[in-house]
């Protein structure tokens, strides 16, 4: 099983979101739809980044790594090396 971390960019709110699943595709869906959640608001969220890891605590780690940074600049750094 492959995990990824993965952010999400809501041009609605201008907004970024950092995850980890199992299941990208599965998971974007449900970023997508209503249920009233945090994500709710950003909807349509789309896929700017991912990182592909072989263990799940692996993902785990990267997930908060990038959260803790707290920096849109770290997650746009990220984004623009990935795209560059």
């Known amino acids: 099983m492959i995990f990824t971390v993965y952010i999400l960019y809501s041009k609605v709110i201008d907004?970024?979101?950092?995850?980890?699943t199992n299941d990208l595709?599965?998971?974007?869906?449900?970023?997508?739809?209503?249920?009233?959640?945090?994500?709710?608001s950003g909807i349509p969220w789309h896929f700017v980044y991912s990182e592909i890891y072989s263990f799940k605590t692996?993902?785990?780690?990267?997930e908060k790594f990038i959260k803790l940074?707290?920096?849109?600049?770290?997650?746009?750094s990220l984004i623009?090396?990935?795209?560059?």
């Open 25 to 40: 595709e599965r998971r974007l869906t449900e970023h997508n739809r209503k249920k009233g959640k945090y994500t709710d």
């Open 80 to 84: 623009s090396i990935s795209v560059g």
């Open 58 to 62: 692996e993902a785990m780690q990267s």
């Open 15 to 20: 907004r970024y979101y950092v995850g980890y």
């Open 69 to 76: 940074k707290k920096s849109r600049t770290y997650i746009e």
